[in-house]
């Protein structure tokens, strides 16, 4: 094509990208055949994605000892003041970063993730992090930072990235408790919360980046060691959503939220649960948990997606967990609950997260890198990222002057004895810490020694192993369920496969195949399961297989049976299932019936070896004739493919038989 129409044709989409990013008249709209070339935003743009690697902090890591192990690790490019649009000497800008993301895609999908963090006022509850704009410079906030970044995010020739962006870390979670009259409550804070410049701030940058159609916005939610409490959380959903719906921005404009930032909460605590009591003492009494509602970031991300959908966000939302440091493995980490002497020794001999108190974020001593990036952990979390590039300080441990705005914070200085915000603790800090963003070796390698999942034991191997697929039950009955899958492929061996009950490991094997046991009757469950391999190595977790035991009782020539549901392929808007009917009984079956009730807007549009009737959200699917007779311990069943919008979330399905 001659160059001159290659451009023409450059510059008509750059008219559509600029008029959906609300950045040009409307008149200037181009014709629909154009528009529908920019690509359209999925459920989770995680999906059957890859994901840039910022090639600056992966030379960082990779010259490190033990970084190679994790140096193609996607991290977030954080734009941090206005320069870093631009970039500079030795500093990629935002173009630069889009062009090599595009480049790295060769034509796939492909998430690149930024970090928009320039509010006025930044950071008003610490120092280490303030920003250039001071808290009354909302008018340069838009016109120099949020526009230029709409600006290039719209241009065409990235039209087909999927660029997730978290949007201005720690403001909104600080009005909420750093503000307006409470025990904690900085001037500054108080400022912002009085002037509105957060709040309007926040809903300028959803608004403007929003419009443009392959952005996705995730918004800070802080985590439940900051809005874990009842107290906090209600009122950070209302004012998320106040912001959502401010400044030209609606809920629209917001894809998800991100919780633990730049922080360091456990994903799981594996060996204490909020349900726990301990000689009638309840979990939530003990003095490390303080009456939160939650004790890790999995539990909290999850109720956290629900209050936001209640109170009006779209019912798609998902949420994304910064996974980057919060591993907290090595030595130092708990093999198993505290003893139950009382609940304080439960607790405190049981936790993985070993801070002095859940608010210290400086720089946490004894942290480990945590989960690698994954798509769709879990349920409600479209993704495992590492926002914060491990490796990068959160702030100085002495004063040290500079050009940035950044100031010097004690709850980095690792000899300060705390404050209101964090109950009057030691920081916690490590000592020797560079300004915030910058570089910090000895971090970095506290951070690979200390992984968890751990790295490989000195391998250089960093490939993991494949994502096991065709998670199945095999058997199920009252109280157990029998699993297998197809194995995993490796280029040092797959040694072991860990499975996941409900998020929590269960057990491991070294054959594709786990029994479970000690289960309740007529009880769903979630299984999940990952490969490790020789070097340490571990993939990504399978789909999730949505399995219910068998009633109780039986015996004597009974007819039971269960379903276990598995979904083969989902694009976002459609999904195809297979539904597994195991006979529990002790007699053939003559025939069977599945039911379910979704828990979204799912409607099946097709479904082959059963008979189908759905009503609204309830389904029922009865056997096919020639399907009904199913030996003792035998499976049959159906499949289907649905459509749906929002979530998609597995249902607890029901099996009954005759014989
Ligand atoms: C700093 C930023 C930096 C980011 C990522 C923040 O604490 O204030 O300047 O880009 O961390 O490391």
């Known amino acids: 094509m001659p160059s001159h129409l290659l451009r023409g044709l450059r510059s008509a989409l750059a008219v559509t990208a600029l ?62 003041r206005i320069a870093a649009i631009q970039g500079g000497p030795g500093a990629m800008g935002l173009r630069a970063h889009l062009d090599a993301a595009v480049t790295q895609a060769a034509g796939r999908p492909f998430v690149v993730q930024l970090v928009i963090y320039d ?53 909104l979670p600080n009005l909420v408790t750093n ?53 906090n959380l209600d009122p950070a959903v209302q004012l998320l959503h106040q912001a959502a719906t401010s400044a030209g921005s609606t809920v629209a404009d917001v894809q998800g939220f991100v919780v633990n930032t730049a ?15 301990v000689n009638g003492t309840s979990v939530r009494q003990s003095k490390w948990v303080d009456w939160n509602r939650y004790v890790d970031e999995l539990g909290y991300a999850q109720a956290f997606r629900q209050r936001a959908v209640a109170a009006g966000f779209d019912a798609g939302v998902g949420m994304l967990i910064d996974t980057s440091r919060n591993g907290w493995g090595g030595a130092g980490r708990p093999a198993g609950p505290g003893p139950r002497t009382s609940v304080d020794s439960y607790v405190e001999g049981g936790r993985i997260d070993r801070r002095f108190q859940t608010g210290n ?43 940035e705005g950044k100031g010097f914070d004690r ?36 951070l690979v020694r200390n992984a968890y999942p751990p790295l490989g034991g000195g391998s250089a191997d960093s490939t993991a192993p494949s994502v096991p697929a065709g998670l199945r039950s095999t058997a199920v009955t009252a109280s157990g369920v029998s699993l297998a899958w197809t194995a995993s492929t490796d280029n040092v061996g797959v040694t072991a496969y860990d499975v996941y009950r409900g998020g929590v490991l269960v057990g491991s094997a070294s054959t594709p195949a786990y029994s479970d ?44 049976c269960s379903a276990s549901y598995a979904v083969s392929s989902d694009w976002g808007a459609g999904f195809n299932a297979n539904v597994t009917v195991t006979n529990t009984g002790t007699t053939a079956t003559k025939s069977w019936r599945v ?65």
């Open 595 to 659: 039911t379910w009730s979704w828990s979204g807007n799912q409607q099946v549009t097709n479904l082959w070896n059963g008979g189908l009737s759905q009503s609204g959200q309830a389904v029922a699917v009865v056997d096919a004739g020639y399907n009904g007779a199913i030996a003792p311990g035998a499976s049959a069943g159906f499949g289907f493919g649905a459509s749906y919008s929002g979530a998609n979330a597995a249902p607890a399905l029901t099996c009954t038989a005759t014989s």
């Open 411 to 446: 709850m980095c200085d690792p000899t300060y004895t705390g404050n209101a915000r964090n109950g009057n603790q030691m920081s916690g800090a490590l000592p020797n810490s560079p300004l915030a963003g910058h570089w910090f070796s000895a971090q970095f390698q506290e």
């Open 19 to 80: 008029a959906a990013a609300g950045l040009a008249p409307a008149a200037a709209a181009a014709p629909a055949a154009q528009a529908a070339q920019l690509a359209a935003r999925v459920d989770n743009p995680y999906t059957g994605a890859g994901v840039y690697v910022n090639p600056e902090w992966s030379a960082r890591a990779a010259a490190e000892p033990g970084g190679s192990a994790v140096a193609d690790q996607p991290t977030a490019v954080w734009l941090d």
């Open 119 to 171: 509010l006025p006022g930044r950071d008003c509850a610490a120092l280490a992090s303030n920003g250039e704009l001071g808290p009354t410079e909302l008018p340069r906030y838009k016109a120099e930072f949020i526009d230029p970044i709409a600006a290039i995010l719209a241009d065409p020739a990235y039209a087909g990235l999927r660029i997730v962006n978290t949007i201005e870390i720690d403001s």
């Open 361 to 403: 974020w400086c720089n946490q001593s004894g942290a480990g890198l945590g989960e690698r990036p994954a798509a769709s952990p879990q349920p409600g979390i479209d993704a495992y990222v590492w926002v914060k590039p491990p490796g990068e300080s959160d702030g100085a441990s002495s004063r040290i002057a500079n050009d």
């Open 179 to 231: 503000a307006g009259g409470t025990a904690t409550a900085t001037p500054q804070c108080d400022t912002m919360k009085a002037n509105g410049n957060y709040v309007n701030g926040v809903g300028y940058a959803l608004g403007r980046l929003g419009a443009v159609p392959n952005v996705y916005n995730y918004i800070d939610a802080g985590h439940h060691g900051w809005l874990g409490w009842d107290s």
């Open 517 to 560: 046991s000690g289960l309740s009757a007529a009880t769903a469950y979630s299984y999940t399961v990952r490969a490790r391999d020789a070097a340490g190595n571990a993939s990504a977790l399978s789909a999730a297989l949505a399995v219910t035991t068998s009633a109780g009782g039986g015996g004597g020539g009974s007819a039971g």
């Open 263 to 277: 922080n360091y909460s456990a994903l799981r605590e594996p060996n204490f649960t909020i349900d726990d009591s």
